[in-house]
């Protein structure tokens, strides 16, 4: 894995870019039940989303919803993170 940092400062240095190396890592456990549960929970809310993003007969009310929620104090400021928390909601009401 190769990571690249750059460090946006008002400095002098030009040292601002970083590379890390790391070798690749083998998983030495296998996903334990929880995990794999929550796997399928972002699964399934990711299929939500992109689901709901495409059906065009709820664009409209979702926008206006949107709109209206975005500038409040606990607002989400994407319209993506809108349909998660709506999407994940809706998962949360239909599992009990």
Known sequence: MLLGTH????????ACNR?????KVERSTPPSAEELA???????????VNLRAKDLSKINADIAAF??????????????SWYWMVCGEEYENAQG
Do not use: Y
């Open 67 to 80: 709109k209206a929620q975005k500038d409040q104090p606990g607002g989400k400021p994407t319209m993506k």
């Open 7 to 14: 460090r946006v400062a008002a400095t002098t240095s030009n």
């Open 38 to 48: 929550q796997r399928e929970k972002f699964a399934s809310i990711a299929r939500a």
């Open 19 to 23: 590379l890390f190396l790391r070798k």
